[in-house]
């Protein structure tokens, strides 16, 4: 599988499938609670044990979810941490949670960075 699938399956019983890579579908009207992820910072760390494949490079990843309350969001925010952790390669929160409001749209958002160590795939 690839990290994509493997995030999709991880945290889709969350939000009721609405777990999409790099936006949110139609924010304007975004049902919620949902979850966007996406590859942050371009840097990837490549393997240190040297064989150049793809799949076991270290990839930085920005986790967004938006809800229509504070404590719905703050609800999320250990089942994504949970979820997360349940990935094989390991993927670790990478700094504190971000919790802002969003005026435009109404809704509470958090987000926080994650790093997937393919490196360390068992």
């Known amino acids: 599988m690839s990290l994509k699938t493997d995030i999709f399956d991880a945290l889709r ?9 790099d936006k949110f579908e139609q ?9 966007r992820y996406t590859r942050a910072g371009g840097a990837t760390w490549a ?5 150049g494949d793809e799949s076991t490079d270290d990839i930085r990843l920005q ?20 979820a997360m952790k349940t990935l ?4 670790l929160m990478d700094g504190p949670v971000i919790t802002t409001f969003d005026a435009e749209t109404k809704l509470y ?13 068992t």
């Open 13 to 21: 019983t969350l939000v009721a499938d609405r777990v999409t890579p």
């Open 27 to 35: 924010e304007a009207s975004l049902t919620v609670p949902a979850i």
């Open 47 to 51: 393997d240190l044990e040297g064989d």
């Open 63 to 82: 986790i967004d979810w938006v809800a229509r309350t504070a404590d719905e969001r703050d609800a999320l925010t250990p089942l994504i941490r949970a």
């Open 88 to 91: 094989d390669p390991p993927c």
């Open 109 to 121: 958002r958090a987000f926080a960075f994650w790093v997937s160590y393919g490196s360390s795939t």
